[in-house]
C-alpha cells in the first residue's frame, strides 16, 4: 500500500511568490488498485507524483509504501519499486540507443553493472517476443534507434520498459497527452492489458475524463491540493463522464482555465 501521511508542500517559501499546495494532505492506494487521477491545472496531481516518486520533497508528513518509510529515500533507490512513464516519449528512452539496448538497459535496472556483453542471443529472443505482443512493429526495428521511432512506439516502449523487472507502483503522469488521438488509444489499451497482467498499483493522471471514467477501479478528482471527488469500486463503475464534467468545469473556470 502506498500512504501520503499529512504532506504539506510550500513553493517558493519566504518570498513574495510564497503559495501553500498541500497542508496536511492524506491519500492512500490500497496494493492493486488502478487510480485514476484528474483535475484542473494547479490541482496538485503532477506535484503529487512527483513527491512520490522523490523528484521533489516535502515540507513535512510521511510517504510510506508498503510499510516503509520512503520520505526521504533519493529519487533513484525509490526508482527500484516505482516505475513511471512521463507525458513526454523521449524522457523514458535514450535515443541514442536502438531498441535493443534500451531494453537491455531496463532488464539490468537496480542490478550491479560489470564487465560484459549486455545484449545476449536469449535476451534478443525474449525481446522480439516482447516487442511483437504490443501489435506496432516494434520487433521488426530491433537495431533502430529509437530517436527515430514514432512518438507512439517510443512511448509503447517506455512503458515495456518501466514494467520489466518488479515495482510495486506504477505512476503514469498523462502519458498520453502527447500523442494523436488513435495512438492515445492503443497505448491506453497496452496501459490497461500491462496493469492487469501484471497486477500492479497504479496512478494515472490524465486530462481525459473519458479515459479516467473507463479506466481503472477508482476514480480521484483534485482541486487546490486537496480531493473533492473521490469513487471506487461500483461507484467508480457507474461514473459517466457528464457525471463529473460539471464539477471539473466549474473548478477549472473558477482556476481561470
Avoid: W
Avoid at 3 to 29: A, M, P, W, Y
Avoid at 154 to 160: D, G, H, K, M, V
Wanted: aromatic share 6%; charged share 25%; with cysteine.
Amino acid at each position: 500500500m502506498l500512504e501520503l501521511q499529512q504532506i504539506d508542500k510550500t513553493f517558493h517559501r519566504g518570498t513574495v511568490n510564497e503559495s501553500c499546495l498541500f497542508r496536511g494532505f492524506s491519500f492512500s492506494v490500497p496494493v492493486g488498485q488502478f487510480v485514476s487521477v484528474v483535475g484542473s491545472n494547479g490541482s496538485g496531481k503532477t506535484t503529487m507524483l512527483n513527491i512520490i516518486g522523490g523528484s521533489m520533497p516535502i515540507d513535512a508528513g510521511k510517504i510510506l509504501l508498503d510499510g516503509q518509510d520512503i520520505t526521504h529515500m533519493p529519487e533513484y533507490r525509490r526508482a527500484r519499486r516505482i516505475g513511471r512513464v512521463f507525458q513526454d516519449p523521449a524522457r523514458g528512452t535514450v535515443p541514442q540507443l536502438t531498441v535493443e539496448e534500451n531494453l537491455a538497459l531496463a532488464k539490468n535496472k537496480g542490478k550491479p553493472y560489470r564487465l560484459g556483453f549486455a545484449l545476449n542471443r536469449n535476451d534478443l529472443a525474449s525481446y522480439t517476443e516482447l516487442l511483437a505482443q504490443l501489435g506496432l512493429g516494434l520487433e521488426e526495428k530491433m537495431q533502430v534507434p529509437v530517436g527515430l521511432l514514432s512518438g507512439g512506439q517510443r512511448q509503447a516502449l517506455s512503458l515495456l520498459m518501466t514494467t520489466m523487472t518488479d515495482i510495486d507502483l506504477l505512476l503514469l503522469d498523462e502519458h498520453t497527452a502527447a500523442l494523436d488521438p488513435k495512438t492515445a488509444e492503443i497505448i491506453m489499451q497496452l496501459t490497461d492489458r500491462v496493469v492487469r497482467e501484471k497486477k500492479l498499483t497504479a496512478i494515472m493522471v490524465t486530462h481525459n475524463l473519458r479515459y479516467a471514467v473507463e479506466y481503472g477501479n477508482r476514480l480521484v478528482m483534485m482541486n487546490k491540493g486537496g480531493i473533492v471527488i473521490d469513487r471506487t469500486g461500483a461507484e467508480k463503475e457507474a461514473l459517466t463522464v457528464d457525471d463529473i464534467l460539471d464539477t471539473f468545469n466549474a473548478i477549472s473556470i473558477e482556476c481561470g482555465n
